[in-house]
């Protein structure tokens, strides 16, 4: 069964920096493009940013775009998202998703994790 487990969400002062992870099993990332999605309250979700199934190509929101940093390291199965000078707009819910499409719309991935909590603030 496939299986996305997101980790790495906590509470940042603005400017900070967080890593999240996105452990995969189940399958393997060799065969699925990655993506990160977050959800803020009251707010639709939106495509952070994806990469590719061999790792070199990737994409960004434009609203991370010199900030946020994709990457994938195959071997263990896992998508990181690195996050520089957090501001308060990032708070949000932080999802990684499996699709076969390269996408920042969330109608392509099939496989979600359960989330992680993302909180830029003072």
């Known amino acids: 069964q496939l299986h996305l487990v997101e980790s790495g969400g906590g509470l940042v002062q603005p400017g900070g920096s967080l890593r999240l992870s996105c452990q995969a099993s189940g399958f393997t990332l060799d065969y699925y493009v990655i993506a990160w999605f977050r959800q803020a309250p009251g707010k639709e979700r939106e495509g952070v940013s994806c990469?590719?199934?061999?790792?070199?190509?990737?994409n960004y929101a434009d609203s991370v775009k010199g900030r946020f940093t994709i990457s994938s390291d195959n071997a263990e199965n896992t998508i990181y998202l690195q996050m520089n000078s957090l501001e308060p707009e990032d708070t949000a819910v932080y999802y990684c998703?499996?699709?076969?499409?390269?996408?920042?719309?969330?109608?392509?991935?099939?496989?979600w994790g359960q989330g992680t909590q993302v909180t830029v603030s003072s």
């Open positions: 990469i590719s199934n061999n790792g070199k190509n990737t």
């Open positions: 998703a499996a699709g076969r499409v390269a996408s920042m719309k969330s109608w392509a991935y099939d496989f």
